[in-house]
């Protein structure tokens, strides 16, 4: 159960965006609902949504999506955790991957350039948030500056999503279980 509730009133752009991600997902989107506390509260949000999960990138995105789905692992966030699988099984993205992303370093079907972009997005994840260079390096290998740039911003919104919804104790809507249902 979720620690705060949503406010009485919430103005209609952010009804109507909950809605519009309702229909989309098949499931009431709690976070735009908790955030409407403040009016200015959800648009930076829903606008570094909007970009991390419709903005055009050279990173690829299994690579992004195994990123993401590794640091909301990492950090307990089952919210973010099952909206990523939805959001990588609707893309048609390798499911095997993203059940074994804690394991990378021992598991047969990462490919070294995924193992190296995951490698930096568990050292980014820490308290700390550094890479060692031997990361950076092997990284590099694989990577163009954009793409590290792009899957520092994926790991970095990730890391912002699951800082809000973790707290809160959002919990898992069940989108997975949705997206099996529909057609």
Same mark, same amino acid.
């Given at each position: 159960?979720?620690?705060?509730?949503?406010?009485?009133?919430?103005?209609?752009?952010?009804?109507?965006?909950?809605?519009?991600?309702?229909?989309?997902?098949?499931?009431?989107?709690?976070?735009?609902? #908790?955030?409407?506390?403040?009016?200015?509260?959800?648009? *930076?949000?829903?606008?570094? %949504?909007?970009? +991390? !999960?419709?903005?055009? /990138?050279?990173?690829?995105?299994?690579?992004?999506?195994?990123?993401?789905?590794?640091?909301?692992?990492?950090?307990?966030?089952?919210?973010?955790?099952?909206?990523?699988?939805?959001?990588?099984?609707?893309?048609?993205?390798?499911?095997?991957?993203?059940?074994?992303? #804690?394991?990378?370093?021992?598991?047969?079907?990462?490919? *070294?350039?995924?193992?190296? %972009?995951?490698? +930096? !997005?568990?050292?980014? /994840?820490?308290?700390?948030?550094?890479?060692?260079?031997?990361?950076?390096?092997?990284?590099?290998?694989?990577?163009?500056?954009?793409?590290?740039?792009?899957?520092?911003?994926?790991?970095?919104?990730?890391?912002?999503?699951?800082?809000?919804?973790?707290?809160?104790?959002?919990?898992?809507?069940?989108?997975?279980?949705?997206?099996?249902?529909?057609?």
């Amino acid at each position: 159960m979720p620690r705060v509730s949503a406010p009485s009133r919430i103005p209609w752009l952010y009804r109507l965006t909950s809605l519009a991600l309702a229909r989309r997902f098949g499931k009431p989107f709690p976070t735009i609902a #908790l955030l409407s506390h403040h009016p200015a509260y959800p648009l *930076p949000y829903l606008l570094m %949504a909007g970009i +991390y !999960a419709n903005g055009r /990138t050279q990173l690829n995105p299994t690579t992004k999506a195994l990123a993401s789905q590794l640091v909301a692992q990492l950090n307990g966030c089952a919210f973010c955790i099952d909206l990523g699988q939805r959001v990588a099984q609707d893309r048609g993205l390798d499911a095997r991957k993203l059940k074994w992303v #804690l394991a990378f370093r021992d598991r047969p079907e990462y490919s *070294p350039a995924e193992r190296a %972009a995951l490698e +930096y !997005a568990w050292e980014a /994840t820490q308290v700390t948030a550094r890479v060692s260079d031997e990361t950076f390096a092997a990284l590099n290998q694989f990577y163009t500056e954009r793409e590290i740039i792009e899957l520092t911003i994926a790991v970095a919104t990730e890391n912002f999503f699951n800082r809000l919804t973790g707290p809160l104790n959002i919990e898992s809507q069940g989108f997975c279980a949705v997206a099996e249902r529909q057609p």
